[in-house]
């Protein structure tokens, strides 16, 4: 099942990585590997969202929900089989699903593009874009780059799969603003990107399109919905950050959970139409509810009578 194509000089590149460079940059690979996976990312993004400028953390979700798409459509097209399935000299030391079996597709997904790649991209470069001084741009740019090389050391990715995830990325960069400029109406850009994006449904097989494709649903419903009716400030009080990103992942967490609830697990992991359905609607739910209407709770529990900044409380197209 799938496609098998590389250079020769991949795999041979990729044993010599994991015999080579000894079970200490291993596992380094795998605390990098690590910082570009979902959980992470929505930590960051909420971090910025949620607390310190919204601005920057609506413009690193928008690009990070476009590549979740984006990402899975072009896999599900090129279906490329992962390193470990073909190269005997390869092993997978970090399975995107470690519940699920090395070899399910489904669970595990296609190699090319890769969704670590252009998803942390997304976020760290767009953070590097928005944010900071020399320092903590040059710190963004070398956590793109190791979580791309972990990638390889790890064995779940092709060299020209890192490639294509930072290609995609750079695409979402230039796309995004594009659309933005052709479709000045926020609301108007939203429904036709999510429209468009729904065009996956056609040819996806795999899990990761469809969380991709509620996330990027649930966002937009989300910035639409709070900048109407909630519009909440950010803050900086490091006591305050703690506590609203704590309660942002829990309200995700336990949101997406409860959803589970009604289901089995055989159901929702398969790679049946209504499986992927729900996983959609669970997933846009989830970041409905921690995007749009958790921040309600701000001005409530912390009673707070400071004046936002400009940069902190303002909104921007984007």
């Not at 044993?15 to 979902?38: P, Y």
């Not at 470990?84 to 699903?97: A, M, R």
């Not at 009604?262 to 970041?287: D, G, N």
Request: some cysteine.
């Amino acid at each position: 099942m799938g496609n098998t194509f590389y250079f020769a000089w991949e795999p041979a590149l990729m044993a010599w990585l994991q015999a080579s460079l000894g079970s200490f940059f291993t596992g380094l690979s795998k605390v990098f590997t690590a910082l570009g996976s979902e959980k992470v990312l929505v930590a960051v993004m909420g971090f910025f969202y949620w607390c310190w400028d919204k601005k920057t953390g609506l413009y690193a979700g928008i690009n990070v929900a476009m590549s979740l798409v984006l990402n899975p459509m072009i896999k599900n097209a090129a279906c490329r089989r992962r390193p470990y399935f073909d190269c005997p000299g390869v092993e997978c030391l970090v399975p995107v699903e470690p519940s699920a079996d090395l070899y399910d597709i489904t669970a595990q997904g296609w190699s090319f593009p890769s969704g670590h790649s252009a998803n942390s991209m997304a976020v760290y470069g767009s953070l590097l874009a928005r944010t900071g001084g020399r320092v903590l741009k040059a710190l963004y740019a070398a956590v793109i780059v190791m979580i791309g090389l972990s990638r390889v050391v790890v064995g779940c990715h092709f060299p020209t799969d890192v490639l294509g995830g930072w290609l995609l990325a750079a695409l979402v960069f230039a796309l995004v603003p594009a659309l933005r400029r052709a479709l000045p109406d926020k609301r108007i850009f939203y429904l036709v990107t999510a429209l468009v994006s729904s065009l996956g449904f056609f040819w996806c097989r795999t899990s990761d399109y469809y969380s991709g494709l509620g996330i990027m649903i649930g966002m937009f419903a989300a910035d639409l919905f709070e900048e109407r009716f909630v519009r909440f400030s950010n803050t900086r009080r490091p006591l305050y950050c703690v506590l609203r990103l704590a309660g942002g992942l829990l309200v995700f967490l336990g949101v997406s959970s409860a959803l589970k609830l009604p289901f089995s697990s055989e159901f929702l992991a398969s790679p049946a139409p209504a499986a992927f359905a729900v996983r959609t609607f669970r997933y846009a739910a989830a970041v409905f509810a921690c995007m749009g209407v958790y921040p309600m709770i701000f001005k409530v529990i912390e009673k707070t009578d400071e004046q936002p900044s400009a940069k902190a409380s303002g909104k921007e197209e984007i």
